[in-house]
């Protein structure tokens, strides 16, 4: 079961509110960070607050990433309570490079394993390295890559599905994307 607060060296992970509407708004609307998420930029408070109601409340691995000196949100880090356990994050921009989201994703991934969830995935566009990097670099594994007509930005996209499992199945590898689309393995990634 997930806990609402989780902390790090730099960080305190912790449940969005609707107090946190305006930090919202300030990365979701910023097109460079919505760049390789699955959703337009929001264009108004009204659609962050639609944007919360739908995708975070009440949502058991969803965290603000804030740092520890004034706990206002810069970002997410979260994972999907189905069958994928999709890790996914964003920050706001003036952040990146600094090795924030690494941080806030180790912290959930410790989170994770401790609540007993067998494995997560992790897919990234392959025009985002940075995000493979930042997989990489909290111990998944490349498993393989696909082409989807990404929905609702309708264009095909290159997805390379990443993987890490914590419960020994060190072979399993999730294979509903592989199922459905056109899928292949890069070497040297």
Wanted: hydrophobic share 35%.
């Amino acid at each position: 079961m997930a806990i609402s607060k989780l902390e790090t060296d730099r960080l305190i992970l912790r449940e969005f509110s609707d107090k946190d509407l305006e930090a919202l708004y300030l990365l979701l609307k910023d097109e460079e960070v919505n760049t390789f998420l699955p959703w337009f930029p929001v264009k108004s408070f009204e659609e962050t607050k639609e944007f919360y109601d739908k995708r975070i409340a009440g949502e058991e691995y969803y965290y603000a990433i804030c740092l520890k000196e004034d706990n206002f949100p810069i970002g997410y880090v979260k994972a999907d309570t189905d069958e994928s356990h999709d890790l996914g994050y964003a920050l706001r921009k003036e952040f990146w490079r600094r090795g924030i989201v690494t941080e806030a994703s180790r912290a959930l991934v410790s989170r994770l394993k401790y609540d007993g969830v067998p494995y997560i995935t992790a897919t990234h566009d392959k025009n985002n390295p940075g995000s493979g990097g930042v997989m990489r670099s909290i111990g998944m594994r490349y498993c393989y890559s696909y082409e989807e007509q990404w929905q609702p930005k309708n264009f095909l996209v290159t997805f390379r599905m990443y993987q890490l499992n914590f419960d020994g199945q060190k072979d399993r590898v999730y294979q509903k994307y592989w199922n459905i689309y056109n899928h292949f393995v890069e070497k040297d990634i």
